[in-house]
């Protein structure tokens, strides 16, 4: 069985373009080039240096003594974290801005939900020197605002959405529409491995730089390339995409997605995608999304911004119907006690997100010399006060 997209963008049953005619030709455009131009020594070696010199990779694989000797297994946390902005979303809006570039495109498009990939956005934009326009619902704009401010001192305008439930869907409907009406000079860039093929696809292999490292930093650390375990947090799933890319073909090497169950799976209010959805088509990808009986969309829930999204990526999907992947849910207490473990065991305060990958230690076991590696996908300074408010610090 293939894990990878096929050359119209399906995984398994999963993926796919299903997109309105007026957005064919900007899709069609990014289709027929991005491997292509990935594929050019001169794309790779700017990519990487940047990579290198800005986003400050090669992250660690750092080795969790103390958290390892708690659950009597080898933990290895992979530091993305550390990575500029402060999370994995940098390594694929780097890689998406020299993409545009190359396409020839001089404005830049994004929706963001709680702000994060618009940062990140926002941040390669100025780099760069390109137009940056962010989508984000009007409640969003509320909501996060020491986002917002980032954006705009990075030099992005950011363009409320107020239609709807002036939140993400709202405002990606709103980018959707921009990009139809600018299909010359502006790339959309889509903050996760969600969206039209070839988005997943693209998304993944910029993102895939993660389970590179790991290979070679486990072989230094370990002798071996592979890990037994490699677990991540689920969102849309790009962070979990590049954590498990190098290692979807190698059986042997058992693959953990983490979702937000929010107060509990079955309790009205969680984003435990998988456990919970149905096949259905979102942002013009089919896939697995929690919708109601008559198909439509229910509103996610999740403590953690960064996971409360209704779908996951067609390569997720993937993955849990066909087996390959062990998808677990974890809750909003069971995240934030990890995440608070996690601060008081390794002097690492993590992004809430990344507390759902930690969380599953508690019950989920593992034998003593088992490898398992955790994608520390972010930090947790933007969480501060959802840990005030969580634990009255
Ligand atoms: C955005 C975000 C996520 C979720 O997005 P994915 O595409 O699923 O990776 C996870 N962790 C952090 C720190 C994030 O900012």
Same mark, same amino acid.
């Given at each position: 069985m293939s894990y990878h997209a096929n050359e119209r963008g399906y995984y398994g049953e999963f993926g796919g373009a299903f997109i309105p005619e007026?957005?064919?030709? +900007?899709?069609?455009?990014?289709?027929? +080039?991005y491997l292509k131009i990935m594929a050019e020594p /001169?794309?790779? !070696?700017?990519?990487?240096?940047?990579?290198?010199?800005?986003?400050?990779?090669?992250?660690?694989?750092?080795? $969790?003594?103390?958290?390892?000797?708690?659950?009597?297994?080898?933990?290895?946390?992979?530091?993305?974290?550390?990575?500029?902005?402060? $999370?994995?979303?940098? %390594? +694929?809006?780097?890689?998406? #801005?020299?993409?545009a570039k190359r396409l020839g495109k001089h404005r830049i498009i994004a929706e963001t939900g709680a702000g994060q990939h618009g940062v990140a956005t926002a941040t390669v934009c100025a780099l760069m020197g390109i137009e940056c326009v962010v989508y984000m619902g009007e409640i969003d704009i509320a909501r996060q605002a020491p986002n917002v401010a980032r954006m705009k001192m990075l030099g992005a305008e950011v363009r409320p959405a107020t239609s709807g439930?002036?939140?993400?869907?709202d405002a990606t409907n709103e980018a959707i529409r921009d990009w139809i009406n600018n299909p010359v000079d502006t790339h959309y860039i889509i903050g996760s491995v969600v969206g039209p093929h070839p988005y997943p696809d693209m998304v993944a292999r910029f993102q895939s730089v993660i389970s590179e490292e790991v290979k070679s930093q486990l072989l230094e650390k370990e002798g071996r390339e %592979?890990? =037994?375990?490699?677990? $991540?947090?689920?969102?849309?799933? /790009?962070?979990?995409?590049?954590?498990?890319? &190098?290692?979807? =073909?190698?059986? !042997?090497?058992?693959?953990?997605?983490?979702?937000?169950?929010?107060?509990? #799976?079955h309790s009205g209010e969680s984003a435990a995608t998988s456990a919970l959805g149905k096949v259905g088509i979102i942002h013009g990808s089919k896939t697995l999304l929690m919708q109601t009986p008559d198909g439509q969309?229910?509103?996610?829930?999740?403590?953690?911004?960064?996971? =409360?999204?209704?779908?996951?990526?067609?390569? &997720?999907? &993937?993955?849990?119907?066909?087996?390959?992947?062990?998808?677990?849910?974890?809750?909003? =207490?069971? $995240?934030?006690?990890?995440?608070?473990?996690?601060?008081?065991?390794?002097?690492? #305060?993590?992004?809430?997100?990344?507390? &759902?990958?930690?969380?599953?230690?508690?019950?989920?076991?593992?034998? !003593? +010399?088992?490898?398992?590696?955790?994608?520390?996908?972010?930090?947790?300074?933007?969480?501060?006060?959802?840990? #005030?408010d969580y634990f009255k610090l």
């Open positions: 007026m957005l064919y030709p +900007n899709c069609e455009e990014l289709r027929q +080039n /001169s794309f790779q !070696e700017e990519f990487h240096q940047l990579l290198k010199d800005y986003v400050g990779r090669p992250t660690p694989l750092y080795f $969790a003594e103390r958290l390892s000797k708690k659950y009597n297994t080898k933990i290895y946390l992979k530091r993305e974290d550390l990575c500029h902005t402060g $999370a994995h979303k940098v %390594n +694929n809006t780097i890689g998406q #801005i020299l993409m439930s002036k939140t993400l869907k %592979n890990p =037994d375990f490699v677990v $991540a947090c689920v969102g849309g799933g /790009s962070n979990a995409a590049g954590a498990f890319y &190098h290692f979807l =073909d190698t059986p !042997e090497v058992g693959i953990i997605a983490v979702e937000a169950a929010g107060k509990g #799976i969309i229910t509103e996610p829930y999740s403590i953690s911004a960064g996971l =409360d999204y209704p779908g996951v990526g067609p390569l &997720h999907a &993937h993955l849990y119907t066909s087996g390959r992947g062990e998808f677990i849910s974890i809750t909003d =207490d069971e $995240a934030m006690k990890a995440g608070l473990d996690l601060c008081k065991l390794e002097g690492i #305060i993590p992004a809430i997100e990344s507390s &759902h990958a930690l969380a599953i230690f508690k019950d989920r076991k593992f034998k !003593e +010399n088992d490898v398992v590696v955790v994608n520390l996908s972010g930090r947790g300074d933007k969480d501060l006060q959802n840990y #005030i």
